[in-house]
């Protein structure tokens, strides 16, 4: 248990300080911006009790709005997230289950089951995140763009994340 604790700890640490002095910094005219933190919820295991990820989830965007001067808006979406991910998990669950004591991983799970789970949670991370920024249905369309690209762009350095840390367990 101190084991697990002190791992995920470390995966958080490591994900918050390249989000805050590396990914903030990418921005492609204003419509791309990759949030790789989200992985940190992403990879909480399977059987965490909804609460725990909600709080857990919550506090983790709350350190990023402490960081990057965005008042409530990557907690309330780090929430949303948190929220969503036990019915991702069972609607996406696979025929005979989960495995006990399993983290929801590409190495256990698959590529095909890791990219649904993962568009799903960033694709409902992001719609809060952006339209708590905007909070206005003025450029809607604008604003979904900005969803739909950031999605894209963030679920391409999780996989590849995923994916080190599949050949660095090797």
Known sequence: MINRIIRYTGIYVILMLLQIFVLNNIQFSGYVNPY???????????????????????????????????????????????????????????????????????????????????????TVHHLLLFYLEVFSLAGFLRTFLRVILSTVFSVTFIILAEYFRGVVRK
């Open 36 to 122: 790789i933190y989200i992985l940190f919820i992403l990879l909480l295991p399977v059987e965490t009790a909804g609460w725990i990820v909600l709080i857990v989830s919550f506090f983790a965007g709350l350190i990023l709005d402490l960081f990057t001067n965005t008042p409530g808006m990557h907690a309330g979406a780090s929430a949303g997230a948190g929220f969503i991910r036990p019915y991702i998990l069972r609607a996406i669950s696979p025929r005979d289950g989960y495995k006990p004591d399993s983290e929801p991983s590409m190495i256990i799970y698959g590529f095909r089951w890791f990219l649904v789970y993962s568009l799903a949670i960033v």
